[in-house]
């Protein structure tokens, strides 16, 4: 039961850390590493991009995407450390 609420609580924490990254990130893009134009190209061309919406959806997608990798990463950075330090104990 422990573990259960454990694994609900850290896919929780993944969710909420993810929407609220990409929100910021959406909403503040200077605060963040801009993407080359060739890649933004790219990806309008693998998308099939007809229009100004679309491209903001595929941007939307790009930023959710991202939020999502960093947050995953930044967790599994912290959970690595804590299992470290419980087993120096």
Request: glycine letters at 2%; aromatic letters at 20%.
């Amino acid at each position: 039961m422990k573990k259960a609420l454990r694994t609900c609580a850290l896919v929780l924490w993944v969710l909420a850390g993810t929407i609220l990254l990409s929100r910021w990130w959406y909403t503040n893009p200077d605060h963040f590493p801009h993407f080359h134009e060739s890649f933004w190209n790219y990806l309008d061309q693998l998308f099939g991009v007809a229009n100004v919406d679309d491209a903001q959806n595929v941007e939307f997608f790009v930023v959710v995407v991202a939020s999502f990798f960093v947050v995953v990463a930044v967790t599994a950075v912290i959970v690595a450390i804590f299992y470290y330090l419980k087993r120096q104990r």
